[in-house]
């Protein structure tokens, strides 16, 4: 019984904590905190594989092999003899070569 209070009193803690941050910033819907900024998009460091860079880049898988052919310098790191590409670097690349 004991133990099921303290689950009871944890949830209704941190339902007040979320409901508090959510009404400081109720008027102001751009604002970001410190829980947003945990689950924020940050692709600096992800890493595509070679085999699915099309899906980034939104051309089809023999379209992709002839740019990587064409274009040796594409940013990207091989880890055990596999090739990626940088996620951000493969962005400013792209919008590099395209004009």
């Known amino acids: 019984m004991e133990f099921d209070l303290v689950w009871i009193a944890l949830g209704i803690a941190a339902a007040g904590y979320f409901i508090g941050n959510g009404l400081k910033n109720f ?30 880049m939104g051309i089809s898988k023999e379209d992709a092999k002839r740019l990587i052919q064409e274009y040796p310098d594409i940013p990207h790191v091989l880890i055990n003899n596999k090739r990626y590409y940088p996620k951000a670097k493969l962005r400013q690349w792209l919008s590099n070569l395209g004009g």
Request: a negative charge; charged letters at 35%; hydrophobic letters at 25%.
């Open 27 to 56: 008027n102001n819907p751009d604002a970001q905190d410190s829980i947003s900024e945990i689950f924020n998009d940050d692709d600096e460091h992800e890493l595509i594989k070679e085999n699915n860079v099309h899906y980034f």
